[in-house]
């Protein structure tokens, strides 16, 4: 079992910063790409940002210059720097956690740019 616990979403105004985490613990021997996904009402869920476990990134282009991404692995953490934040940003964020090549999904955390 894989267990991921996510932290650090809320409300924030437009051009606010925010930081969410998403820490791994449980059956974990590898873990592989981590990522950070995000749903608004409406919308299909859609990938934000990912690390690989050799620290290449990818990122949406919506985010790129304003979001970062970044792991610990000694912790089983990856992290997600929101800066310059866009009332379009609002939505929910997911961390995807690939363990031995299978992916797990953390419970999702709200985030809201208000304008």
């Known amino acids: 079992q894989v267990q991921l616990v996510e932290s650090g979403g809320g409300l924030v105004q437009t051009g606010g910063s925010l930081r969410l985490s998403c820490a791994a613990s449980g059956s974990i021997k590898i873990i592989n790409t981590m990522a950070w996904y995000r749903q608004a009402p409406g919308k299909q869920r859609e990938l934000v940002a990912a690390?690989?476990?050799?620290?290449?990134?990818n990122y949406a282009d919506s985010v790129k210059g304003r979001f970062t991404i970044s792991r610990d692995n000694a912790k089983n953490t990856v992290y997600l720097q929101m800066n310059s934040l866009k009332p379009e940003d609002t939505a929910v964020y997911y961390c995807n956690v690939g363990v031995m090549g299978l992916p797990h999904w953390g419970q999702g955390t709200q985030v809201t740019v208000s304008s």
């Open positions: 690390i690989t476990s050799g620290g290449s990134t």
